[in-house]
């Protein structure tokens, strides 16, 4: 089984992010609203964290087609 991806959300820093995307985007971000948006970046850091570590044998593989 291969090993899983390491955990990257520790070095996450989400208020560089924000500093770094929000003139890509060009929007800009009251000072107010960083520790909010920076709160929710942390939430979807853990979660893709929880996808990325799970481990699957390797005879999983994907749908080729997903119907609801």
Not at 16 to 41: E, R
Not at 47 to 58: K, Q
């Amino acid at each position: 089984m291969p090993e899983p991806v390491p955990s990257s959300a520790a070095a996450f820093d989400p208020e560089a992010t924000i500093a770094a995307t929000a003139p890509l985007l060009g929007i800009a971000i009251d000072a107010g609203w960083t520790a909010a948006i920076a709160a929710n970046l942390r939430v979807l850091a853990a979660a893709a964290t929880l996808l990325t570590e799970f481990p699957l044998p390797d005879a999983v593989e994907a749908a080729p087609r997903f119907e609801a």
